[in-house]
Each structure stands twice: as structure tokens, then as C-alpha cells.
């Protein structure tokens, strides 16, 4: 009846009153049921127009998922299909998922990076300065020049739960990799093609390179204590190989203990490397010092050589003493029987040290303590006869098996014994006429450049552990928008901010071109992959065990330890660098990368 549909009438036009709709007071006032179909028309066409005008999404039905969220419009989305908005770190730090806007916060923090790198070694310059090698040069710089990749490397593991740091962790592994990697491949092919030299009798000239691209003629040398150097950088890969054995013996049981055993040696190794870092300085001096003697010993023989008259040895390859005693006739100048220090001093000044610079009361010092045994300050005849065959006897035996012997051939002997020495002693390092690489003077303000150097530390410190979370968190944003593995972009990018320092400081000592110079450039590389293998190590191997994290890492071990093998055992054994050998450490570096990518992606390597 009439009563009964408008009742109806109106509950359907209250619904619609709640969308605010104002067509539905024109539908509601026809309530006469001969007024029915005229109403059921206007209301057709109203709904095809509203939802022709609507935009609305599609849900598809999941039975069997119950996870369901509201977007507020009483429409129902499903959980997973929500956009989840970038988290940023700190709470304030600006943050992405675009690849661009990933890329341009890898700039920007990569640069922030990089300027902490160079306020740190900035900081240790000037420590340096004031308080010399030793605890400094053997504690300090190795330490603060690997904190920045240390730092990034202790964010990438412990950020969120052990799920979330198992997945970071690799952009630790890629920087650990790639700092090792770019320091002996690329940085270390560019400073010899910067620091080469023209080669002769197979050392480099200082400041001479005319024979321009030479592959064989051209080159860089560095002193012995590089090959000690390069020789503990490849003792330092032996906890890589411990932590790695497990994997190898495809053994599951050990492997926390493997890691374990492995961080107590890195810790014990790098332990190790700061003491002998520390009483280095004191062992080069003994060296250079005995050098220095030898070298003296050398130029006295030769000139007794060639005052001689007759041969220092006999016919039986022994010292003759006859020759030996006309010798001393001859140097003993107010022939009293006896060589005074004052007389020694006159045969040293005479003798020609082809611009070895040495203190001459120090020599005549120590040539006293190898023949004065009767401790009179003054050498007899039978004490300079007894000296000189030490001497000779010392010489023969530094010539080896293919020394010449006894005869005519002493000469060459003693040639061969003089070119030795020389040789030895310029691969010590010295600093030949005292002169220094750095600007020598005086320090103006000891405790003003105390301050200016611990407030350099102190900045890049505090820059370094402000932007190594965000660094790493863009890493995997940037990863997780362009579908890039962590990996290769901790590989590639970041040992570009966090070792940029050290490339540019060892690329500006080696273009000086001197022995001493290219000395300190691969020192300070081999020192810098021997931190990463000790002090980045130690720090990624103690995040894996206290956090309980799986070490699956195989192929960047791998490469590390082929690298550090490579160039370390190539380096132990030689200190000339001809330039051919930059292309070795170029290759290595693309082969690297190149190996990782085949052993992950190809044969599935973990």
C-alpha cells in the first residue's frame, strides 16, 4: 500500500542523503505509486552518471590471505600491495626509493665520507709532525686511516634484527673487498705509471724519466722495507683462510667456531703489526746504520785495492798478508807503528763515497771497534792485518757461489762486493744528503698544531659515524630500486669515498719520483690492504659471531686472498717495478669483479 512504500521510499532516500547527494531529493518527492516507473528511470540514470564519474581500484579476492587493512573509505586493500614509505634514519636524514634519488645520496654521503677520510689523515699528518714515528705512525695512523670502512662495516652489521643485518652485512663483505682490491689493482698500477723512472743496473734514477712508456726501461724501485711490508700484508689473508675452512670441507658444524678462532687471530695479528709498526723506526736506523758501515768497509777495500802493491789475495784465494802489511806501512803516516783515529779519519775523508752522505767520526768509530781489540784507541799492525782478512773473508763470502775467485779475478770481486753494498744500502731507504721530502723547518706552535690535529681527528671521527648508517641504508634502497645486488655497489662506489684520500696522498708522493718516495707510496698500500685484513676483518668477524650471523662469503674471500697473493708475493721478492707490471695490477681488478659476479650468479658460490 501507499504507507508501506513511502516508508520504503524513505529509508532508500536516507541512504542516500548520507552521501550527501542532492539528486535525491528530487527522486524522493515522487512517492504516488503512479509515479513508480517515472522514478525507477531518473534513478537508473543517476547511478549510470555517478558511476561513470567515479574512479575506484580493483580487489581481487584472496581467501586465502586474512591480512587486511582500511584506506579509511571503508574500501578494503590488501596488506601487501601498500606503498611502504622510505624510513628515514635518525628520523631526519632525507631518504628515497627512486634509483636517481638513491644515486644523488650515494654522492652526497660518499662525499661526506670522503671528507672525514681527509680531515683524519689531515689530523695524522700533523700528530706526526709533532711526536714522530713510533706509537704514532705504528698505532694511530695505521688505525684512523682504516676507521672510515671500519665504521661502515660495524653499521652494515648491526643495523635492525639479525634478519635485517644478515641482509646489510654484504654491503660490510662488498667494502671490505673492494678497499682491499681497489688499493693493490688500481691505485697501485696508477703510481707506477706516475712514479716511473728511467731504470739502470736495474734501480730507477731519481728524477730522471726520459725514456717515456719503456716497459722494461722504466720503472719504480722501493726500498726492502716494502717487501716487508708486502710480505705481512700476505701473512694477513691467514684468517680468511681459517674462517673459510668450514665452507671448504663443507662442514656445518664449525662454522661458528671457525669464526670465533678467526677473530682471535686477526685480533692477535693486529696486535702484532702495531708493535712491529711501533719499534720499526728503531730497527730501519740499526739497519741503515750497519749499511752505512758496510758501505765504508767496501770503500776502504777498494782503495787498498788500488794502492796495493800487488794482489790482496794470493794464489790460493787467500788474504796475503805481505800485501797487507806494505799497506799499513803505507797509512801509518808518522810511521810510529800504530793507525791513531786521527789517522783513520784522513784515509775515510780521502776515499771517494760517490755522495754518501755518513758521519765520519761515526765511521772512524766503528772501523776502531773491528780492529782495535786491545781497546787503546789505536790500531797495531797486527790488528790491521787481522781486520783486513775479516773484511776480505766478509767480501768473498757476500759475493756467493758465483763470485769470482782468488787471481786476477779480485778486482771484479771487490767490484761486485762494492756494487752490492751500494745497492743495499740505497734500498734501505736513506735519505740520501740529509735531505727531507717533506718541507723541513722548525715547528712554529707544537701546541696550537696538537690542538688543530686533534680536533681534525675528532671531526672526522664524528663525520665518519654520523653518515655511515645513512650511507649504508642507501646502498640497499639504491639496490632494492634498481634490482643491483649490495654487493657490486659496495665494491665499486664506496672504497671510492673511504680510500680517495689515501689514492690521492700515494699518487702525490709517488709523481715525486725518488726511491724514498715510491718506498713510502706502496708501503702505505700494502699497509692499507694489511688493516683491511686485519682491523676491518677483526670488526666484521666480531658482528657475525656476538650477533650470531652466517658467514657465507666465498667468493669475496676468494678473490681477496688471489689479490693480496698476486701483488703481495710479487712485491716480497723484488723492489724494482718495471712498468710492464702496472698492467698486472690493472687486470686484476676488472677479474676481480668479474669473478665474484660468475661464482655468485652462475654457480650459485656462498
Known sequence: DLHTYQTENLSFCNNFKSSNLYICKCICTYSHPQKMRFRSLISLLFLLFFTSSAYARFVSVRPSSTNLISDGINTVVWAEEKEEACEQTYGFMPCTKTALGNVFLILVYGFLMFTAATYLSAGSELLLEILGPGIVGGLFLPMLGALPDAMLIMVSGLSGDAATAQTQVSVGMGLLAGSTVMLLTVIWGTCTVVGKCDLRDNIAVNNRDTKGFHLKDSGVTVDV?????????????????????????????????????????????????????????????????????????????????????????????????????????????????????????????????????????????KVLQDFDKTLDEQVDQEEFVRGIKHWLIQAMGAAGPSGPDAGPRTMKFLDHFHVQTKREHALLGDNENGENDEESGEVADPKWITIKAALLLLLGAAIAAAFADPLVDTVNNFSAATGIPSFFISFIALPLATNSSEAVSAIIFASRKKIRTASLTFSELCGGATMNNILCLSVFLAIVYLRGLTWNFSSEVLVILIVCLVMGGFASFRTTYPLWTCFIAYLLYPFSLGLVYILDYWFGWS
Open 225 to 365: 722495507w716494502t717487501s716487508y711490508a708486502a710480505r705481512i700484508m700476505a701473512i694477513s689473508v691467514i684468517p680468511f683462510i681459517i674462517v673459510q675452512l668450514p665452507q671448504v670441507l663443507n662442514s656445518t658444524s664449525g662454522r661458528h667456531m671457525a669464526v670465533l678462532v678467526a677473530l682471535i687471530l686477526s685480533v692477535v695479528m693486529l696486535i702484532s703489526y702495531c708493535v712491529y709498526q711501533v719499534f720499526q723506526p728503531w730497527i730501519q736506523r740499526r739497519r741503515l746504520a750497519f749499511a752505512k758501515h758496510k758501505h765504508v768497509i767496501s770503500g776502504i777495500l777498494k782503495h787498498l785495492k788500488q794502492h796495493a802493491l800487488g794482489r790482496l789475495l794470493d794464489d790460493e784465494g787467500q788474504p796475503d798478508e805481505h800485501v797487507i802489511r806494505k799497506l799499513f806501512e803505507t797509512i801509518d803516516a808518522n810511521k810510529d807503528g800504530h793507525l791513531s783515529a786521527a789517522e783513520l779519519k784522513a784515509l775515510i775523508i780521502g776515499i771517494s763515497f760517490e755522495d754518501i752522505d755518513f758521519d765520519k767520526d761515526d765511521a772512524v768509530g
